[in-house]
């Protein structure tokens, strides 16, 4: 119920070794409508699989439910109208449970995200800032470095799907306690990526994620702290860099943010305090020159 993958016919060119036609495996990439109680929600592009634990995860970073009992289920149905058309999978309806609000007409803003994008607008921000029902501050986990840097490699080593196609982002839930990996999803969209690991602790009862780490294949964005946040993540790592206004928010909302975890070294942008660090063994630096940055 959904490609992963799909074989394409290529003409591969080697510069002084001339050129052979081949087949090439390609990320599934297929818009998936949401539906809240028959009304269109949101169109997303997405790789086909964990579509439900996509949409519930979505829910959750958008404060539409925050917990497994305010979802009540959840159906692929046909295209629009569904007048008998054949079914797709790449429409799906969610009902909530009884007495959950559904979303606001005027908040469902018939958004549509690209794979690289998964940012609403001013409702996220607002969802985040004022709603979320998972504080984080509180949770006191402390983590060692070295865990931290091993998890980049323990997330590419599980990428099934990224070997065959090289162009997935990844998101896996850590326990910071055992090390423990709980889940990982892979998707076109990074956004998608998280949103199905979160779909997916949603779904088995999980949330909030408190005392876990969750780890993504690339940067750090805004919509990526906006999601952690509202499962009550309290460590974000990313392999690449975080935005500004994702450090911001991460800060605002009492996220750990580590960026450009690689090899042996990491940058902590925020609430340090979790990371357990050897204080005697902190030096200094001359701050880097403004707009300079690392190109990787």
Known sequence: MGRITTRRPILKLTLGEGASRRADTLAVEEPLEIRVAGAPLAVTMRTPGHDVELAAGFLVSEGIIAQTSDLHSAIHCGGPGTGGQENTYNVLDISLAHGVALPDPEAARRFYTTSSCGVCGKASIDAVRTVSQHPIAEDDIRIEPEQIAAFPDRLRAEQAAFNKTGGLHAAALFDAETGEMLVLREDVGRHNAVDKVVGWALLNDRLPLRRQILQVSGRASFELVQKAAMAGIPLLSAVSAPSSLAAELADESGVTLVGFVRGRSMNIYTHAH??????????????????ASDAR
Request: glycine share 16%.
């Open 274 to 291: 979790r990371v357990r660090i050897d204080n005697a063994g902190i030096g200094t630096s001359e701050p880097a020159a403004e707009g």
